[in-house]
């Protein structure tokens, strides 16, 4: 099978128009069963750790030697796209494929559960159970038809603990490719881009208590509507982000109750992703944030209670992953990720990595079923992966360093 139908395949699986494969849902085990057989048609090494995180390995000459990572995650966000996370997979698995001899270390085409994080409200589960990174409380999180994340892991054959340590590896080194998810790379006409920094990440949930009432018998200046409240929060949380240069905050989950027309909200309950480039911009943006969940209840007569459930710090990419991406793609800009991926979890967690993007068209749209990247840009960024990863083998022997700050456009997304 080609990469084109392998994304097509992967398309295909779940429900409804676009990628539709939650974190720990049946999609996504049937997408990682597919991976899985195409892997060992390869004729990799296939396993998975207790956590489902899917690997396939082909064996280095010093099998001995740390491993080198490559891979993505297969989950989707609702109506998403053919290409986020499920390129990174499968082009990783095409590269190794296509390579004329072992490296100088195994590598390992690894496929991350749940990176988007949309069922449970925390992204990057699998990276974070490989690197022994979940928090307390972590598994008891639960989806909106009230399944945990520890049933859900469950129902599937897994589990995973909170804390711990690696539950493979730690590797040598991570590689990630991943679409733009942005437009730098279409204006520069560039087919691929290095990825020399990951912006941080702040995930807060707020709720407003309020009081309910009948709709209409309640006078306007006597409630205290808690859909009010968030109403006003989000008004003051875009003009706090504003303020911070290049920082984002982003309300994209809200519940109210009792969910009524005719009542009153007595609670709203938000998810806030909040990032900045660095972690001084990122501590700002938090602070501006809380402050304002403050003003609006005060203002509108609600309690607010505040809770940061997961902070992933920015990451500069490693100098050798980036000096092993430029060797085999001369010339390929470097740009920032504005988005969270995979690698920037085992960077926190002392992995040295760096990311390849593909270019992305449609204005970079992502997380949307327009999604789109051509066939000649994807088979470059396989070749890019392939002269890369024997390359990254070799030099994650030698010291390692930061990369440089990134030149490029600040726009970037």
Request: aromatic share 4%.
């Amino acid at each position: 099978m080609t990469v084109r139908e392998r994304l097509e395949a992967l398309y295909a699986l779940g429900e409804g128009e676009g990628a539709n494969r939650p974190g720990l849902s049946p999609a996504e085990e049937e997408a990682h069963a597919l991976a899985a057989g195409w892997m060992a048609d390869a004729g990799l090494e296939v396993s998975r750790d207790s956590a489902g995180n899917l690997y396939g390995r082909l064996l280095g000459r010093r099998p001995d030697l740390p491993e080198v990572w490559v891979g993505s995650h297969l989950d989707s966000v609702p109506r998403g796209g053919r290409y986020d996370g499920a390129l990174g997979v499968v082009a990783a698995l095409e590269a190794v494929a296509r390579m004329d001899a072992p490296a100088s270390r195994t590598i390992a085409v690894v496929a991350f559960r749940d990176e988007e994080g949309w069922r449970f409200g925390h992204g990057f589960f699998g990276s974070r159970a490989v690197a022994g990174a979940l928090g307390p409380g972590a598994l008891d999180r639960h989806d909106r038809d009230g399944v945990s994340l520890r049933d859900a892991l469950t129902s599937l054959g897994l589990q995973a603990q909170e804390g711990g340590d690696w539950l493979a590896g730690p590797p040598a080194a991570y590689l990630e490719l991943h679409i733009e998810q942005g437009p730098v790379l279409a204006g520069a006409d560039a087919p691929v881009g290095i990825v020399d920094s990951i912006v941080g990440l702040v995930e807060l949930e707020i709720e407003f208590h309020g009081r309910e009432g009948h709709a209409g018998t309640s006078p306007m200046d006597a409630r205290r509507d808690a859909a009010l409240c968030a109403a006003a929060f989000q008004i003051m949380a875009a003009e706090r982000a504003r303020a911070i240069p290049r920082a984002v905050a982003t309300v994209g989950s809200l519940r109210l109750e009792p969910g009524a027309s005719n009542v009153v909200p007595r609670l709203a309950h938000l998810v806030v992703d909040a990032r900045a480039p660095d972690d001084e911009r990122l501590d700002a943006l938090e602070a501006a944030l809380r402050e304002a969940a403050a003003s609006a209840a005060s203002e509108h007569g609600c309690a607010v209670e505040i809770e940061r459930v997961g902070r992933t710090a920015p990451v500069i990419a490693d100098r050798r992953v980036v000096s092993a991406l430029e060797a085999a793609a001369p010339g390929a800009p470097r740009l920032p990720s504005g988005a969270g991926h995979d690698a920037q979890i085992l960077g926190a967690a002392g992995v040295p990595v760096g990311m390849l993007f593909a270019r992305s068209l449609a204005g970079g749209i992502s997380h949307s079923p327009l999604e789109e990247s051509t066939d000649a840009d994807i088979e470059e960024s396989v070749e890019v992966l392939r002269r890369a990863l024997p390359e990254l083998c070799d030099r994650v022997g030698v010291a390692s360093s930061a990369a440089p700050p990134s030149r490029a456009d600040p726009r970037d997304g």
